[in-house]
T-cell receptor
Framework: AQSVTQLGSHVSVSEGALVLLRCNYSSSVPPYLFWYVQYPNQGLQLLLKYTSAATLVKGINGFEAEFKKSETSFHLTKPSAHMSDAAEYFCAVTPSSGNTPLVFGKGTRLSVIA | KAGVTQTPRYLIKTRGQQVTLSCSPISGHRSVSWYQQTPGQGLQFLFEYFSETQRNKGNFPGRFSGRQFSNSRSEMNVSTLELGDSALYLC????????????FGPGTRLLVL
């Protein structure tokens, strides 16, 4: 079975500061990992995904995440926050094979302060 | 390519009623998954349909059901609505082969009074 823990339901950063959103996963088989972003009154948009190729994954809008198997982590970072990054971010896991559903974390709301 | 579309976007119902939500996947996608999003429980998987067959099912009561048509459009139905069914219902599509990226629609926000 898979599970995801996102540390911090709410993270607040200043504009221009580093963004770090934490995600730890549990999986009994090699995982695929995803980060999605949700803006108010919208669906989920894929930021980036890890599918067992490079451990450092670059996504849209300047975000990246590093898969660390030893730490079972897939933290999301962005060097410099922008006001438009304010949204809710979800980490998700699924086994790397088969056709099983995504399991999502509870989400982290990112606020960016001017 | 057009994205995933969901109709209606907003819905208000009263307890005991039933509701049907619709999802049109990205053209060529054969798999549609449904999720319920609430502030308390987060995103929870309801079910997945692939080629008109339910392939995966989450842990929801039988009041929640779905179906998929030959054109891959999917509907989900909730009968005998309860207050706790108020949520954002999201659907996502893939072409259904392996663990690909799921592309989400904008959701249907259901309010049960």
């Amino acid at each position: 079975a898979q599970s995801v823990t996102q540390l911090g339901s709410h993270v607040s950063v200043s504009e221009g500061a580093l963004v770090l959103l934490r995600c730890n996963y549990s999986s009994s088989v090699p995982p695929y990992l995803f980060w999605y972003v949700q803006y108010p009154n919208q669906g989920l948009q894929l930021l980036l995904k890890y599918t067992s190729a490079a451990t450092l994954v670059k996504g849209i809008n300047g975000f990246e995440a590093e898969f660390k198997k030893s730490e079972t982590s897939f933290h999301l970072t962005k060097p410099s926050a922008h006001m438009s990054d304010a949204a809710e971010y979800f980490c998700a896991v699924t086994p790397s094979s088969g056709n099983t559903p995504l399991v999502f974390g509870k989400g982290t709301r990112l606020s960016v302060i001017a | 390519k057009a994205g995933v579309t969901q109709t209606p976007r907003y819905l208000i119902k009263t307890r005991g009623q039933q509701v049907t939500l619709s999802c049109s996947p990205i053209s060529g996608h054969r798999s549609v998954s449904w999720y319920q999003q609430t502030p308390g429980q987060g995103l929870q998987f309801l079910f997945e349909y692939f080629s008109e067959t339910q392939r995966n099912k989450g842990n929801f009561p039988g009041r929640f059901s779905g179906r998929q048509f030959s054109n891959s459009r999917s509907e989900m139905n909730v009968s005998t609505l309860e207050l706790g069914d108020s949520a954002l219902y999201l659907c996502a599509s893939t072409n259904g082969q392996g663990q690909e990226t799921q592309y989400f629609g904008p959701g249907t926000r259901l309010l049960v009074l």
